[in-house]
């Protein structure tokens, strides 16, 4: 009676994990469309529109100073300072392997569908961890050090 | 029967295998799923902060300490930390030290007695006796500083892929550690 308790508690919590992993990817991926970068061209790109259009085109381009850094090139140069405005989504693909790695190593049963269920519920589990930590912290800054201030 | 298979000894192949390449231990123990969750989960994180911090979160030089978890990925660490510092960093003529170049900085191959030297008639020894990485004014350097958060999260997803590789090293050692008699492997 007691064991089958605990399998369906143990099923019970994996499905939990699910739901919660699938809501916390929604909730980044409709963050990450929140924060995103307006896809309006920035100043300085509609400013070197203008100027290309213009007829002084030809000086303007041979007047332009040599860049300062080359063209962006993945794993050696690091992501444009844009896609870290919302970087609090980078925390989920990392937390998703770490589990996976752990999982990997600790599973009691290699089949895929009780790993990724496991993969999926420590995800979670380190996720909302970090996310609480980051409301204790805040508590802390903002709330209980200025009441202790006076 | 007991909790732990009687079957637990120290694999000293295995270890040295998980070491060498993440899940490549689980594999020689014929356990093929966890050694491929193992590479992807270790492999991931690295190169997930080498996509998203660039080359300078790997830096044995500047991040000392860091390195120290980035080393436990095995010998791929080690190499992405040679190539950054022979092939991205060159040495500064005023200071004689190696440091990533600014914008507006790049490498030029120049002889060891000009290190020393800088202006446009520094560049005249070069090609005698062996060459140095000297960073001079001009161009383009051969790739960007990570800063602020990109160096954050690449340095940390990268430290804590050799972390968990550490986790795989010591479980590829002692395979049947802390498997229950009877669960399939």
Redesign the interface.
């Known amino acids: 009676m007691t064991a089958r308790c605990g399998v369906a508690l143990r099923r019970f919590l994996r499905r939990l994990a699910a739901c919660l992993a699938g809501v916390m990817l929604a909730w980044f991926v409709a963050g990450a469309m929140m924060f995103a970068p307006s896809a309006a061209p920035p100043a300085r790109a509609a400013h070197a529109l203008a100027a290309a259009q213009s007829p002084a085109a030809a000086g303007a381009a041979a007047a332009t100073p040599?860049?300062?850094?080359?063209p962006?090139?993945?794993?050696?140069?690091?992501?444009p300072?844009e896609?870290?405005d919302v970087?609090p989504i980078?925390l989920l693909?990392?937390s998703l392997?770490?589990?996976?790695?752990?999982?990997?190593?600790?599973?009691?049963?290699?089949?895929?569908r009780p790993?990724l269920l496991g993969v999926l519920a420590m995800a979670a589990q380190i996720t909302l961890g970090m996310a609480a930590l980051a409301g204790l912290s805040f508590a802390i800054v903002e709330v209980f050090v200025p009441l202790i201030r006076g | 029967m007991t909790d732990h298979e009687s079957t637990e000894r120290f694999q000293p192949a295995a270890m040295l295998l998980a070491a060498a390449l993440p899940g490549a231990g689980h594999v020689f123990l014929g356990h093929a799923r966890r050694g491929f969750c193992v590479a992807a989960g270790v492999l991931g994180l690295f190169f997930g902060g080498l996509f998203l911090g660039g080359i300078d979160s790997v830096d044995a030089q500047e991040d000392r300490i860091w390195f120290a978890g980035q080393m436990l990925v095995g010998p791929l660490a080690f190499g992405v930390n040679a190539a950054h510092q022979n092939f991205f960093k060159g040495y500064d003529p005023q200071t004689g030290r190696l440091r990533s170049p600014n914008p507006g900085e790049h490498i030029v191959m120049e002889a060891r007695a000009n290190a020393g030297r800088t202006g446009p008639g520094a560049a005249a020894g070069a090609g005698s006796g062996d060459l140095l990485p000297i960073v001079r004014p001009g161009g383009t350097p051969p790739a960007r500083k990570s800063l602020a958060r990109a160096n954050e999260l690449g340095t940390l997803m990268s430290a804590v892929a050799g972390m968990m590789n550490l986790i795989a090293v010591i479980d590829a050692s002692f395979a049947a550690r802390r498997r229950r008699s009877g669960a399939p492997a």
């Open positions: 040599p860049a300062l850094v080359g962006y090139r993945p794993f050696i140069d690091p992501l300072p896609a870290f970087w980078y693909p990392m392997l770490i589990a996976l790695a752990y999982k990997g190593v600790r599973a009691p049963q290699t089949d895929w790993l």
